[in-house]
Every structure is written in C-alpha cells, then in structure tokens.
C-alpha cells in the first residue's frame, strides 16, 4: 500500500466504501480489511475472448483511491493476457502452472462472449478454440466471474444474425457456480466488492435470477436517477439539444431505459469524478440488462406505466418566482434524495444467515 501511496486510512475508507455497497452492517468494514490483509491471495485467471477489453482498461482507469493497484495486489493474478509481461509459449506454461497448482482453488474471470459456429473458429488463442480452452480452465475452477455484458450474456456479437454464434458463460457452463458482472463497461467497485466478499466470507454473495450480484443490480437506475424529479413532473427532453435537454429534464422521450434497468449507475457512478451516462446528457441504453443492450434501438421507449404525471401534480409550467420549484433545483435535490435513499436500503439490509441461496429475512 505504501508502495502505491495508498495510506491506513484510506484502505479503510475502501473497505467502508465496498461494505456499504455490499450491503453489510455498519462495522464489518473491519472485517472485510482484516480478510483482504491476512487471507492468502486468491488466485485469478482472466481469460479474454470476442470483446473490446473495456472491462480491463476500465478496471485499470479507476485510479482513486487507486482501485487497479490495490485489486491485483489483493488477487494473486497469475493470467491476463492483456497486462500479464509473458507472451507466446511463456504464457500458456504460466497458464496451466497457475490452474494444475491450484487445482480447484482459483477463480476463473472471463471477459466477451464465446463464438461456438463452425466448432469456434471465430476466436483462438494458443491454437485452441474459446470453447476448448474455456471448458479446459472452467473444469477446475472454484468458480467463474462473467465480467461485462459479453461474457455474461452474448454482448454485441450476439446480436441477430450473430454470425460467430457468440454466447456468454453460461450458455456452455453449467456444472460451476457463475457470477455475471454486467455492464458495457460494468463499474470496476461492482467487480472489486464481489472478490472482497468471497475474501470476507468465503463464498459469494447472493445473486438474481440472472447470476447478478443483488447488491449491485438489485434495483432500478430509475428509482436513484437524478432527473427523477423532472420525470415525476413530467418534464421531459422531447430531442438533443432543445431547451428541455438543456436544462436537465428527463430523458425517458430519448429512448432512456433506466426505468426498466436493474444496477447501481446512477448512485455509484464512473470515472472517479461522479459521473454516468444519464449525468452527461445521454440516454441509459440499458446495458446490464440482456432483453434491452444491442435489442432494442437506442431511441426506443420501453414500456413502463403512466410516464405523466397525473392531474394532482402541480403545474410545470410557470417559472416565475415563487410559484414552484427551479428545475435545475429540484433535479439537485433529487441527487441527494437518491444518494441518500440508495445509501439508507444498502445499510438497512442484514447480513445473510445461511447460504446465498436462502431468502433474505
């Protein structure tokens, strides 16, 4: 930690950080850092297939409180091809070293989908197809984190026609415990809270019914959005650039896809400075959500329930002093109003008495 100027409080304020997004009770923010400083590293395989590698390098870029150095000094990452030093027959001998060492005991992260037409030849890395090398890591792995849309669910290439066949992780592995990390990229704390609760706990936390991690992808962008004011008041940007958009009204007329999104974008937010999509003026494209990214056009509307407000509402229109609340005053306070809803349903939350796969009391 000194190393990479990371000081006491700050890993603490990591940890505080990660325990509250997982949903943990106030205090075991202490656990949490007593696993990540004693517990011996547990080994890591990333493997990459059809994908861009912005999983990687959005990882990579969340550098505050330095999330890149502190995640591969907590795993040991014996194989990721994009930043390991080794190429060529160097790095397939760390390869299967690393898993007939840890036989059983590594966890194995796939980053874009998996091309299964004409026997896979869409993909190859070391002269072997994504399927066979993917059914030969998987086979002794403790389990598997999907990171991003395409592992998780096909991503871009699987869209129809899908040429390559691309699948996602799932669709080819079926005897192993599977945790999809979503997202075009997905927010690298989402990745980094997962490890660190199996650190915690030794196990992984409880999922949705698709492989999500409940803390993270558990509610709507919708409910913490910012602009949910505007939306309640019915006051909606209608094209880019018109004075609606300008002044930071809803985006839901643009095709925005956060009431229909299951994640944490709009309280966790990007790029160590506070800000997603929605934030900066674009529409949510739904990329957690396998039914909405790369189905659904961009300016589509999905289909949701009375996206006006109704009569009982006070009126939008006027905006002389006095008679009803500034826009751009409402939209902050809708901010803090989510930040601080979001903040209150994680720390509410008790922690899981038995496996994940029980109900939450």
Same mark, same amino acid.
């Given at each position: ?24 009770? !106030? ?146 592995? =079926? ?13 690298? !704390? /989402? ?6 609760? !199996? ?20 509610? =709507? ?22 004075? /609606?958009?300008?002044?930071? !009204?809803?985006?839901? =007329? ?9 994640? /944490? ?84 939350? =008790? ?11």
């Amino acid at each position: 930690m000194k190393s990479i100027a990371i000081n006491r409080r700050d890993f603490m304020k990591i940890c505080l950080q990660t325990t509250a997004l997982m949903g943990l009770p !106030y205090g075991f923010h202490t656990k949490v850092a007593e696993a990540v400083e004693k517990e011996k590293k547990p080994t890591v395989v990333w493997l990459h297939y059809q994908e861009c590698t912005g999983c990687s390098e959005s990882l990579l870029r969340s550098n505050h409180p330095g999330i890149s150095e502190l995640i591969l000094d907590t795993i040991s990452l014996d194989y990721h091809e994009t930043l390991m030093i080794g190429s060529g027959h160097q790095a397939e001998e760390s390869l299967h070293h690393s898993v007939s060492e840890n036989k059983g005991n590594y966890i194995l992260v796939v980053e874009g989908a998996i091309p299964t037409k004409e026997s896979g030849i869409y993909c190859k890395v070391g002269g072997k197809t994504a399927m066979e090398s993917l059914a030969e890591i998987s086979k002794n792995a403790a389990a598997i984190i999907s990171i991003g849309t395409c592992a998780s669910y096909g991503g871009i290439q699987a869209v129809d026609p899908n040429p390559t066949g691309a699948v996602g992780v799932g669709e080819l592995v =079926k005897d192993k415990p599977i945790i999809n990390v979503p997202g075009c990229p997905p927010n690298p !704390y /989402n990745f980094l809270s997962v490890i660190f609760y !199996y650190l915690t706990f030794k196990k992984f936390p409880k999922l949705d019914e698709l492989n999500r991690p409940q803390f993270a992808y558990g509610r =709507k962008i919708h409910e913490h959005c910012e602009r949910r004011p505007h939306f309640d008041a019915g006051r909606f940007a209608e094209e880019y650039g018109d004075e /609606n958009h300008k002044a930071g !009204y809803c985006l839901y =007329k643009l095709g925005c896809k956060g009431p229909a999104t299951f994640a /944490n974008c709009s309280v966790l937010r990007f790029n160590d400075v506070g800000v997603w999509p929605v934030s900066v003026g674009h529409p949510c494209i739904g990329c957690t959500e396998p039914s909405i990214l790369f189905n659904k056009p961009i300016a589509e509307k999905v289909q949701i329930h009375d996206p006006t407000p109704p009569d009982t509402y006070p009126t939008t229109e006027t905006k002389e002093r006095g008679k009803g609340a500034d826009p751009l005053t409402t939209a902050a306070v809708g901010v803090v109003a989510g930040a601080a809803l979001g903040a209150g349903a994680v720390l509410s939350k =008790k922690l899981p008495k038995g496996e994940d796969s029980e109900k939450e009391d």
